[in-house]
């Protein structure tokens, strides 16, 4: 009786252990998983700049101006805001019709 009793109770010890590791083998895929996710964004990333450089050959140039003169880069974010918001009166309107 008392070699079942413990018998049990191992078994029952067991199967938590292994939920636990379950838990913990899964947590760690996650994890990777997530790295994985990072580690690809972060190359998407720099292929698009690359893109982004190779598409306006003079952008180098330009971001020296901006360091030399932070009041070119001012304006040019606030004439690209003003064409965002431009851009989004168009297409509320385009989509009313």
Request: net charge positive.
């Amino acid at each position: 009786m008392f070699v079942a009793i413990s018998h049990l109770i191992l078994e029952m010890l067991e199967i938590k252990r292994k939920k636990k590791v379950d838990i913990i083998r899964s947590l760690n895929e996650r994890d990777k998983l997530i790295q994985d996710q990072q580690k690809i964004s972060l190359e998407q990333s720099k292929i698009n700049f690359q893109n982004f450089i190779s598409a306006f050959p003079d952008f180098p140039k330009m971001l020296k101006e901006w360091v030399k003169n932070p009041e070119s880069l001012k304006k040019l974010y606030r004439e690209t805001k003003n064409l965002n918001k431009e851009m989004q009166e168009f297409y509320k309107k385009e989509n009313r019709k």
